[in-house]
């Protein structure tokens, strides 16, 4: 059993609002149904991002951002309902799950997710907007990954990104950058994704260590290819392993 995040630069073009990348979303689904995913994480990408971004969100709200704050919601309703549509073609039981409909009060209330797994089905929840009527706050997708490893304890917790794994430097900028096979370290500084409001690369790492403080097998693969998930623990892995 699987915890599996899709990140949002895989399955969306940050750079566009609201660009969807299907054929991408296809090729790393037809590889999760075979995995046996207990729950299902998406990032935003240009669905989430952007629109936060342009309306100043997290923050407290105003008449401007609480209007930006549903259309966030709307928006990532949309990718959400595009990527159940795609899972339940390849034969996952799966059911979207707002964190919007999550948030009690000041904190977040997963028992509909428990609940949904224990019924035989597979939560897909994903980063969202999500308010209290005062302050307008952004939960990412890699925030649910250590909690979905919490009410779960899977096997794995498997994090599909755009790089092919940890490296000593940012590969997108030094062409010398080192991938780390098995990261056994405390700390490695990342630089942040400018419109990434959840955080960049540096909360997702410490997202992973997170999972893996758990005492769960922890995973960073590069997304464009999914079929890398199948050599999880095997000499023939390509990603980090934490």
Excluded: W
Excluded at 105 to 128: A, E, H, L, N, Q
């Amino acid at each position: 059993m699987i915890v599996v995040k899709i990140g949002g630069s895989l399955i969306t073009d940050k750079r566009r609002y609201r660009t969807f990348r299907r054929s991408a979303a296809e090729k790393i689904i037809s590889v999760i149904s075979g995995e046996n995913p207990a729950i299902i994480v998406h990032g935003g990408g240009s669905f989430g991002h952007i629109a936060s971004k342009r309306y100043e969100l997290p923050g407290p709200l105003t008449e401007r951002n609480a209007i930006g704050g549903a259309l966030v919601k709307n928006d990532m309703a949309d990718l959400n309902n595009r990527i159940v549509s795609i899972l339940i073609r390849h034969g996952i039981r799966a059911v979207g799950i707002s964190p919007f409909t999550l948030f009690n009060g000041d904190t977040m209330d997963y028992s509909p997710v428990t609940r949904t797994v224990k019924s035989g089905f597979v939560p897909v929840i994903y980063g969202d907007f999500y308010t209290d009527g005062k302050y307008g706050g952004i939960i990412s997708g890699d925030d649910l990954m250590i909690e979905a490893c919490r009410l779960e304890k899977p096997e794995k917790a498997i994090f599909l990104s755009d790089v092919d794994g940890v490296f000593d430097r940012d590969p997108k900028k030094y062409r010398n950058a080192k991938l780390i096979s098995k990261y056994e370290k405390h700390e490695l500084n990342f630089n942040t994704v400018k419109n990434d409001v959840t955080g960049g690369m540096d909360r997702k790492f410490r997202s992973m260590l997170q999972c893996r403080a758990l005492g769960i097998k922890t995973y960073l693969i590069n997304g464009n290819y999914p079929e890398r998930m199948r050599d999880t623990g095997s000499e023939n892995f390509m990603g980090t392993e934490f």
